[in-house]
């Protein structure tokens, strides 16, 4: 089973910054497109920004100028940095890479639709 890692969550007050990190498996052939959403008790789950293998971003309305997210390859990593954070911002934060390709040998076998753990941020007021 592909697992991707998430950490960086946690408490701060409004204001504040977070930076969130999605890590993919080293054996990682190639990441097509990464994106985190974000779901808030009795809400229902909104994108909060995508970003293209190309680097090509788009986020949602509620988070641009204040979100940044970005990639490295090489890395296998995505990262979410949010800055002057909301309680409105409060969720559980899940990274998403719809399409990821494994090496087995001198083969790739591809995976799809692949989400991290949820990591918990709270922004205080």
């Known amino acids: 089973q592909v697992q991707l890692v998430e950490s960086g969550g946690g408490l701060v007050n409004a204001g504040g910054s977070l930076t969130l990190s999605c890590v993919a498996p080293?054996?990682?052939?190639?990441?097509?497109?990464g994106a985190w959403y974000r779901q808030a008790p009795g809400k229902q789950r909104e994108l909060v920004a995508s970003i293209t293998r190309g680097s090509d971003t788009d986020y949602a309305d509620s988070a641009k100028g204040r979100f940044t997210i970005s990639r490295d390859d090489a890395k296998n990593t995505v990262w979410l940095q949010m800055g002057s954070l909301k309680p409105e911002d409060t969720a559980v934060y899940y990274c998403n890479l719809p399409k990821i390709g494994l090496r087995f040998g001198d083969s790739i076998q591809y995976r799809y639709d692949l989400w991290g753990q949820g990591t918990q941020v709270t922004v205080s007021s």
């Open positions: 080293e054996s990682i052939y190639d990441i097509g497109t």
